[in-house]
């Protein structure tokens, strides 16, 4: 039986670089040789045992690379195309995709719904930062990348991207609203640009670190807040000269965070929740009007699925937004350790890595 190489979960603290077997290819899979992958924050909130996920499972959920091998009943693909596939790779025929909301894909059992079951990737089955990974549902999981485009200006399209232009979209941002995004990692500077492109006329991005200020400005921010210098809800009322936002975004996943987005929001404003919470969160009375401020409060998995893999890259393609200087770090697949550590503690200015077997 052939083997590769592969990130594998062995407990928490511990993500090691091991062998397995090269999956088998069942009618509806694909195959595909991995050419580029990266490093998530979630895979981290994994690394840390603040995400469970079984042991010995295949880590990550951004694969960019190369059909190698077709089930039996795909069509529409040959082997040897370039493609990508989304983190999130619904089936097309759950309950929760017919009802338009293909990431909560999954079965549902007499005792509920689980959430989250379109995230398979790195979760519930084996994930890319190895050699191959399989993609269930090929031929709606799977989209081909452009000639035009290399591995890593299409790296952040299957997550990264796509969680925060939905976090936008999901916000409901329209033409000439105002919008404060907290924290500038790298879904929160994909919020950033989404916000842009949707046509937030001013955009308050919130971080402490230079560099991702920086990089918020290069993406679209028309403000940008230290929250180390200064107060950021203090902050935002006197750039919206008291008004407060239409839209605040959190995309970090801490009560701070969250809270500070219900202070600054306008009555009747939205709160787009992206962060992945590691505890209970609790909602202030005042800061929440005590629930009659007609605000809105939205969570988003990121959509999957080849058609939002195709707008992305359109989206990319078409010059609109540059992610390309997101990638700060290289790693070879053998190197995964060492490019965990770094990702993990946010070292040398990082904010995503390419892995390249």
Known sequence: MQRMKAAI????????????????????????????????????????????????????HEPVGVIEKLGSAVAGFSEGQRVIAGAITPSGYSNACQCGRCSQDGPGTRHGWKPMGGWKFGNTIDGCQAEYVLVPDAMGNLALVPDTLTDEQVLMCPDIMSTGFSGAERGGIKIGDMVAIFAQGPIGLCVTAGAKLLGASTIIAVDRLPERLQMARRLGADHVVDFSRANPVDEILRLTDGRGVDVAIEALGTQATFEACLRVLRPGGTLSSLGVYSSDLNIPRDAFAAGLGDHTIVTTLCPGGKERMRRLMAVIESGRVDLGAMVTHRFKLDDIEAAYDLFANQRDGVFKVAITP
């Open 9 to 60: 979960f062995v407990e928490p603290g511990r993500i090691v670089l091991d062998e397995k077997p090269i999956p088998d290819v069942g009618p509806l899979d694909a195959l595909v040789r991995i050419t580029t992958t990266t490093i998530c924050g979630t895979d981290v909130h994994i690394l840390k045992g603040e995400y469970p996920v079984e042991k010995g499972l295949t880590i990550g």
